[in-house]
Every structure is written in structure tokens, then in C-alpha cells.
């Protein structure tokens, strides 16, 4: 209510002042819809400096989880797929998918990391096998880690982009 009223005075002291406010405000609003992003998600500017450390710290994150982020795709491909494939056989109501994944999931995933530790722990020494027990959901982890900092990554690189591309206009900044 307080910031209508000061809108109305302004609007009554200073039309010239409100107008400007309300192109701004629109000018903005089309440089989000624009760009595709929401509020807080494009720095007025980039500055070469930050930009460049931004990437070399997500590229280097990128580059040394990747090992860790293939083996646990590759590990956890099967119970993924076959938690998948199971729910998809109950044909549950789609409110009720992600319970019956997850309900699936607890028994899907320490079997498999069971069978796994005690392969390895059979062919390769008890301490392979506790090893790998231990490991295993912490590369699952890494895994899920990596995969949404690239995600991060690849819609800050979008925006950026987009951003960087529009020069053609007068600013991106407000």
C-alpha cells in the first residue's frame, strides 16, 4: 500500500519521473523475456576478469569430476534403468511415480552395491570389496554433483551468450 501511494504521488509530483520508471521497468522486463532468464540471473556487466575466473573454475570442476562422473554412470546405469523400467510396469497414478521410484530405489541400489562389493571383495581381497561398498554411493553422489554443475554451467553459458549477442542494442544494462 505504502509503495501505491508513493507511486500516485510521484505520479502527481514528477509524471516526467514515473514515466521514465515505467519504460525502465519495461525495458527490463523485456531484457529478462529476452535473454530467458529471471531476476538476479545477469550481472549488470561482465567484466573480463570475473568472467574468466568463473570459467576456468567451472571448466577445472567440470574436467576433474568428469572420471568420477563416468564411472558412476556407468555403474549406476543399470539400477537407473531398471528402476525405471519396473515403476513403469505398475503404471502408477503420475503423482505417485516419484514415490514409487524412490520405494524402488531403496532395495535397487545397496543390492546392486552389494553384489558388486561382493564381486570384487571374491575376486579381489575383502578390503576391494568394503572399499567399493563405501565408494560406490559416494560416486553415485559425485555423479548427481557433476551433473548439475554442468547444468549450472550450461545455462550460465547460455545466458551469457545471449547476453554478449545482444549488443546489437543499445545495452543490456538498465
Known sequence: RLFADALRRLGAEDPDRLAYLRHSIRRYRQLLTLLGVTEGDVPARYRPGPVGWYATQQLLGLILGLPVAVVGTVVWFFPYMLTGWVVAKFRPAFDQISTYKIAFSVIAYPVWTALIATGLGLAFGLTTGVVTAVA???????????????????????????????????????
Open 136 to 174: 560406490l554411493p559416494l560416486v553415485g553422489l559425485g555423479t548427481i554433483a557433476w551433473r548439475d554443475r554442468r547444468a549450472a554451467v550450461l545455462e550460465d553459458v547460455r545466458v551469457f551468450l545471449r547476453s554478449t549477442r545482444r549488443r546489437d542494442r543499445k545495452s543490456t544494462r538498465l
